[in-house]
């Protein structure tokens, strides 16, 4: 059974968050008495230092931080972080930071010029892998509000029209030859059925990483036919009810709110063994990876991936690795052409998040950079 807690990709779920859960909550590390010394400019700065470790550290701090975010939540049935954490409705947490607000909103719209700058990234690193005979797919996640607007707050309204999604995925289809995967249409054929995300968690859940991973083959299949394909009903479904997930952290509400998962066992004999190995996001710089994860299952007949992704790719991978002789994954939002030539897979899959898209086009004005200073 695949655990959230432990196992192959757990620091996925754990590491990725923390970073920005001791800054979003109560539950940040106190701050420090300060040391009085007889340096002037020293002094003047003491009294406002003590206040701040006085503030921190007072008696019963924290059970009154507690307090305040369950009368809130609770009682005023409002978000005790209402910054990073939305109530929507019928127990539905969302993610309130401003891009993933403005994506659902659908407010600001790329330019042409971000788009061409868009297509120009992505039209890059296909030609790239196609010089090495290397099989190129781009797989866009939307966020959880473009999948379950109907939970959203009522206060929070969606423009019509098209989105940034829809401009970048419109554009990669039309403009390039790469494999785009737009996994808005294969969650809405199942969200009647399955729940697909979590309540209480930005992620999507076991069920939508399956469902995913069959699309990923599917395409796959294309190419070379020996990929191995699944249906759900290889897997058996067991549902356990657990602590909530991030945006239960962020809320400081972790201990409180709990949800079903929903796990997927197979029904055959799994031959993937997995290898995990990193180190925490916060000692790295964004762009950056810091974990890897491959999984093997000695079938040479098989090709070999490489994927880049964020936290998402935790909840495919169990099914996804199935399909390949070997995938390795790597946690990241640069695309290492290093490493690619290191490992020479046949297949590199880029995963995106919807609410992320932005951040592609630091990626590319980064590595633009590093190649004019080399």
């Known amino acids: ?37 007889f340096n002037v400019s020293r002094i003047e700065e003491y009294p406002g230092e003590y206040e701040s470790f006085f503030n921190d550290n007072f008696g019963l701090r ?20 209402p910054n990073y954490v939305l109530r929507g409705k019928e127990g539905w947490l969302f993610f309130a930071h401003n891009i993933a607000l403005d994506t659902y909103r659908r407010n600001s719209l790329l330019t042409d010029h971000e788009l061409n700058n868009f297509k120009n990234i992505f039209h890059e690193k296909a030609q790239f892998l196609e010089g090495l005979g290397i099989k190129f797919i781009v797989i866009i996640y939307p966020q959880k509000a473009t999948i379950y607007p109907e939970y959203m707050p009522s206060t929070v309204k969606q423009r019509g029209g098209i989105s940034r999604m829809d401009q970048v995925i419109d554009t990669l289809q039309q403009e ?51 990929v191995r394909k ?32 929903t796990y997927l066992t197979p029904r055959f004999r799994s031959h993937v063994t997995y290898k995990c190995w990193g180190k925490n996001m916060a000692e790295k710089v964004w762009y950056e990876y810091y974990l890897q994860m ?22 495919g991978h169990p099914f996804l690795s199935e399909s390949f002789d070997e995938i390795r994954y790597i946690v990241t939002s640069r695309f290492s052409e290093e490493a690619i030539m290191k490992y020479k897979p046949n297949v590199v899959i880029w995963e995106i998040v919807e609410r992320n898209l932005m951040d592609l086009r630091l990626v590319g004005i980064l590595e633009n950079r590093q190649r004019k200073n080399e």
């Open 1 to 37: 059974m695949i655990e959230t807690g432990s196992g192959p990709g757990a620091e996925l779920i754990r590491g990725l968050p923390e970073k920005y859960e001791r800054i979003f909550n109560g539950n940040r590390p106190p701050t420090v008495r300060p040391k009085l010394t």
């Open 62 to 81: 924290q059970h009154f931080v507690d307090l305040h975010d369950l009368m809130k939540f609770f009682v005023l049935r409002d978000s005790p972080r």
């Open 176 to 226: 390039t030859n790469i494999s785009v995967l737009d996994l808005r249409d294969i969650l809405y054929q199942h969200k009647s059925k399955y729940r697909l995300f979590h309540k209480v968690d930005t992620h999507l859940n076991y069920l939508a990483g399956f469902f995913a991973s069959v699309a990923v083959a599917d395409t796959v299949s294309r190419w070379y036919p020996e």
């Open 230 to 261: 699944y249906d759900i009903t290889d897997y058996s479904l067991q549902n356990k009810l657990e602590q909530g997930g991030d945006l239960a952290r962020m809320a400081n509400l972790q201990e409180i709110l709990t949800e079903e998962v």
């Open 294 to 315: 491959i999984a093997r299952q000695g079938d040479k007949r098989l090709p070999r991936a490489m994927m880049f992704g964020d936290s998402f790719i935790i909840f």
